[in-house]
């Protein structure tokens, strides 16, 4: 038998020595993968294994001049099911069709679905989402989430505006102030198997969201409430197609109510409801967005009218200020006036035959302000206009304000000129006409309406206070002071008597405007009134759009502005005088 | 032919580190395969069960082997590399698919890898064959030295080419770790070194040629070399993920998330990985040193004993471990290109413990009879 050499236990070693060193080698290989490049792997590992659930932040609310909430958040659950934790699927699919209210089949298909997660329903009440947990079932799984609330559905659609999926505003306010209530979202980090199923034992690391702060506009959820009723009752009694109130402080340009009739819900923003009168199945997707937009419109501010007599106030502003006019100075209407080769015609076809200015104002003639408007010129009136804050935008805070449709200076001829005098022939926003008129009864000063007063934080403290911008003096004092006083008698004794007060000062202006084109005979039929006529405290601008019937802002637009100061004047603590 | 050794026990120290290899090994397949076996058979201990059948199988064939004075299989030697030859050819043809390898024969519910099992024969085979060459060299005399180098060289390496040929036709990793020992068991027979380096050179060429040959193969040192570009480097760098994850301490036994999943079949040939994940380098680094020890023992059993085929026995199974563990954790760590070789005692693999377990007991036997 052979036996084993020396030279055979030599090459042994060789090989052990040679194993030896290779496996140094390697070993200095490890130690260089464990501690030197650890850190690079050990991120990417992480970022591997790592799920970044999003926590959304509460919502700042909106809360109105008083702190009552007109936005809220509401806890609302998200149901889902993973699959690979399911212990029993005939269970699952019967509680989550009983509790969610859902169709059987369609929850057993998607319990059966073999993936990571999958959602069954989302905005699912707290409760019913605190019933289903309750049932502790495996792979079940109930995420809270928050979502935006309102708790008084309609009021103040247009105003508030509401959110998306995302809890992002999307129209008004929400959009408006989104830095300020959006808050930041925080998130949790999880640390998952490769198919994305959270592991229970590791560490979550956890960034808390901070929720967004509040939002207190100048708005009055009680005046907002009645004046919409009373918007919503003048627009069936009329069978308009809708009316806009505007309620402002004349004084600051501060917001007490915007409506514009028909609201809509905004815990269901793309309902068409009723407002759709096609079926919403068999419309595309752009007439679907096309309605949606048209009932989200906030008429008040993304729409322009033909302001019409009410423009009176200004023209009356500019032609005293300029010193055109005199209060005693008289006019004779016989029923049109003559501009070139145009007749244009007085609402009153008899005429009115000789009448001071101040009458012309009380009865809205059209040529006593044809022919002042004529002694300004075109040239000075345009100036007017500008001075006036009209050719801009009023600045309010809300999105999509619409800009004034105006001739270029140079061609505004007569005809033009004469039309534009009783308000015709271009274009303004209701904000604009209100926010105008303001500034004139209110000693000259020109204001910026606005909903926003202050930031709040959770405690209720002022983050930050808003302030607005004013131009004083774009009317004197005293034209100020003699408008007030001409428009109170246009209540007291002209076409504005139907919204006068026993007991209260009242000043306002009517208006019928002949909306374009002006073969379909419609009409926008307005009022402009304020109170106290001698220290306005507030200011109401109501548009109805397409009455049926009597059309006339002095028989059906007054009495709703009437009926809306008997009972906000008292509210506001105006008290009535001798 | 026994005459002058007599019986005493088994080397102490390596049957301590073997049965430790094993029940670290288990503990460590456990934790690498509960995920797994959870997702696919519904069952933690799916993995476990299997591997713990094997190896207690293993120990008992060990144990079996170790009693019997490895004389006794050199008869078989001839015959036994024949059997090699037949399930390596039976499993090109009726083996069964997994993971896109044929590798497997079943009989009945138990099945079987005969690349496995042809690595023993080859161990004794070779040694059968080297030691009978010096025999009539003794015996006979005849011829130079290097006569007897020349022929003494070609026989042996021949002779295992056909298994190397069969073996790689479908699992090119054993094919080179089979060649590996052969080269190791001639190399330790031969008296000379110069040789060697032009077999060394040889060898380099042969695989240069090789790998160009067929683009897939140059496309594994691509992805070796940027494992984060290829899609096909992602257990490469899944594996470096755990690792890297791993430290100096290592997120603890159990603890691993690229076993979850991440890093595929972990339980497999990238298990050094979840090692250094869950044990860190430290753990890491002691379980590397029972390799050693186990090596170690064997490399002084190999020189410790006289008879030349038990020496050549041993030292055959030490070069199995050696290529194993050195090319494991060389894949592992992105040392070299991908291929699959498992970690001994660790990696799951129910013959491969079987037989490992066998070889163990074959080189216990050695000990035991040594002078």
């Given at each position: 038998m052979a036996k084993s050499r020396t030279y055979n236990r030599k090459k042994i070693l060789?090989?052990?020595?040679?194993?030896?060193?290779?496996?140094?080698?390697?070993?200095?290989?490890?130690?260089?993968?464990?501690?030197?490049?650890?850190?690079?792997?050990?991120?990417?590992?992480?970022?591997?294994?790592?799920?970044?659930?999003?926590?959304?932040?509460?919502?700042?609310?909106?809360?109105?001049?008083?702190?009552?909430?007109?936005?809220?958040?509401?806890?609302?659950?998200?149901?889902?099911?993973?699959?690979?934790?399911?212990?029993?699927?005939?269970?699952?699919?019967?509680?989550?069709?009983?509790?969610?209210?859902?169709?059987?089949?369609?929850?057993?298909?998607?319990?059966?679905?073999?993936?990571?997660?999958?959602?069954?329903?989302?905005?699912?009440?707290?409760?019913?989402?605190?019933?289903?947990?309750?049932?502790?079932?495996?792979?079940?799984?109930?995420?809270?989430?928050?979502?935006?609330?309102?708790?008084?559905?309609?009021?103040?659609?247009?105003?508030?505006?509401?959110?998306?999926?995302?809890?992002?505003?999307?129209?008004?306010?929400?959009?408006?102030?989104?830095?300020?209530?959006?808050?930041?979202n925080g998130s949790i980090l999880t640390m998952t198997d490769a198919r994305g199923v959270e592991l229970d034992e590791k560490a979550e690391d956890r960034i808390e969201p901070e929720a967004g702060n509040t939002l207190q506009i100048s708005l009055d959820y009680n005046i907002q409430s009645y004046v919409q009723q009373a918007a919503e009752q003048v627009r069936e009694q009329k069978q308009a197609d809708s009316v806009s109130i505007l309620m402002m402080n004349p004084q600051d340009g501060s917001i007490l109510a915007m409506v514009n009739v028909p609201e809509f819900n905004l815990n269901e923003p793309f309902d068409l409801g009723a407002t759709g009168t096609d079926p919403a199945a068999q419309m595309t997707e752009e007439e679907r967005q096309d309605a949606l937009n048209q009932m989200w419109r906030n008429g008040c501010i993304n729409d322009t009218y033909e302001p019409g007599s009410t423009f009176k106030i200004i023209t009356s502003s500019a032609c005293l200020e300029e010193g055109v006019v005199k209060l005693e100075d008289t006019f004779s209407c016989p029923g049109y006036a003559i501009v070139e080769d145009r007749k244009i015609r007085c609402h009153k076809v008899g005429g009115h035959g000789s009448e001071t200015f101040v009458q012309g104002l009380q009865n809205s003639c059209n040529p006593v302000f044809i022919n002042i408007g004529l002694r300004l010129g075109a040239s000075r009136f345009y100036d007017y206009f500008k001075q006036f804050g009209l050719l801009g935008l009023t600045n309010v805070d809300l999105p999509g304000?619409?800009?004034?449709?105006?001739?270029?200076?140079?061609?505004?001829?007569?005809?033009?000129?004469?039309?534009?005098?009783?308000?015709?022939?271009?274009?303004?926003?209701?904000?604009?006409?209100?926010?105008?008129?303001s500034s004139i009864i209110n000693g000259g000063r020109r204001v910026t309406p606005h909903l926003g007063v202050r930031v709040l934080d959770a405690e209720g403290k002022a983050v930050r206070t808003f302030d607005y911008d004013e131009t004083d003096n774009i009317v004197s004092k005293e034209t100020s002071q003699t408008m007030r006083t001409l428009l109170e008698s246009v209540v007291a004794e002209g076409s504005g008597k139907n919204a006068a007060i026993e007991g209260y000062r009242i000043g306002g202006k009517t208006a019928t405007s002949e909306t374009l084109p002006r073969s379909q005979n419609k009409y926008i039929s307005s009022f402009i009134g304020f109170a106290p006529a001698d220290d306005p405290q507030v200011l109401a601008l109501i548009l109805i759009h397409n009455p049926q019937g009597v059309y006339y802002g002095g028989t059906i637009a007054a009495p709703v502005v009437r009926d809306i100061f008997d009972n906000v004047l008292p509210y506001l603590g105006v008290e009535k005088g001798d | 032919m026994t005459g002058g050794q007599k019986k005493h026990g088994w080397d102490a120290t390596l049957f301590t580190v073997i049965l430790l290899l094993v029940v670290i090994g288990l503990v460590i397949l456990y934790s690498s395969s509960a995920y797994n076996g959870q997702v696919k058979f519904q069952d933690r201990f799916y993995y476990l069960k299997k591997q713990g059948f094997a190896a207690f199988v293993g120990i008992l064939g060990m144990c079996i082997v170790a009693k019997i004075d490895y004389h006794f299989w050199r008869p078989f030697a001839i015959s036994g590399y024949g059997l090699a030859m037949l399930l390596s050819t039976a499993v090109l043809f009726v083996g069964d698919e997994y993971n896109g390898s044929k590798r497997w024969l079943s009989f009945g519910p138990v099945s079987f890898q005969p690349s496995e099992y042809a690595k023993v024969a080859v161990i004794v085979f070779l040694a059968y064959l080297i030691s009978k060459i010096a025999e009539k060299k003794f015996s006979g005399g005849g011829g130079g030295r290097s006569e007897i180098k020349l022929r003494f060289l070609l026989t042996a390496m021949v002779s295992v080419l056909p298994i190397v040929a069969l073996v790689g036709s479908n699992n090119l990793s054993t094919a080179i770790i089979i060649l590996g020992i052969a080269v190791i068991l001639i190399f330790v027979a031969s008296p000379a070194y110069r040789q060697f380096i032009w077999m060394c050179v040889a060898g380099a060429g042969f695989m240069t040629i090789f790998l160009a040959l067929e683009s897939y193969r140059l496309e594994r040192l691509a992805i070796w070399k940027n494992p984060e570009k290829y899609e096909k480097g992602y257990q490469t760098l899944q594996g470096l993920y755990a690792i890297g994850s791993g430290g100096l301490f290592g997120t603890g036994l159990g603890n691993s998330v690229q076993k979850l999943g991440f890093l595929p079949e972990a339980q497999n040939d990238m298990i050094f990985s979840i090692i250094c994940e869950e044990l860190g380098l430290v753990g890491t680094i002691l379980i590397v040193l029972l390799f050693l020890i186990l090596i170690w023992r064997f490399f002084s059993i190999a020189s410790h004993t006289r008879d030349y085929f038990g020496s050549l026995l041993v030292t055959g199974v030490m070069g199995h471990m050696m290529i194993q563990i050195l090319l494991n954790i060389a894949v592992v760590t992105n040392t070299i290109p991908n291929t699959g070789i498992t970690l001994p005692f660790i990696s799951y693999g129910g013959t491969s413990i079987v037989f490992l377990l066998l070889e163990m007991g074959l080189v216990l036997s050695v000990s035991s009879l040594i002078e």
């Open positions: 060789f090989v052990f020595a040679g194993f030896l060193i290779l496996l140094l080698a390697l070993i200095g290989r490890l130690v260089f993968l464990m501690i030197f490049d650890a850190e690079y792997y050990q991120e990417k590992a992480e970022r591997l294994h790592e799920r970044e659930r999003e926590i959304k932040a509460a919502r700042g609310e909106i809360v109105d001049a008083n702190g009552v909430v007109l936005a809220a958040n509401k806890t609302v659950c998200t149901v889902s099911v993973i699959h690979s934790q399911i212990a029993d699927e005939t269970q699952v699919t019967q509680v989550l069709t009983k509790e969610l209210e859902l169709e059987e089949a369609w929850v057993r298909e998607r319990v059966e679905k073999i993936s990571s997660m999958e959602k069954i329903k989302t905005n699912v009440d707290k409760e019913v989402g605190d019933r289903i947990r309750e049932y502790n079932l495996p792979g079940v799984k109930v995420d809270e989430d928050y979502k935006r609330y309102y708790p008084y559905n309609e009021l103040a659609s247009k105003v508030l505006g509401f959110t998306g999926g995302d809890n992002q505003g999307i129209i008004g306010l929400e959009v408006k102030y989104e830095d300020d209530l959006k808050g930041i304000e619409a800009g004034t449709i105006m001739h270029r200076r140079e061609d505004i001829g007569l005809v033009e000129l004469a039309t534009m005098t009783f308000g015709q022939s271009f274009q303004i926003t209701p904000i604009q006409m209100a926010t105008t008129v | -």
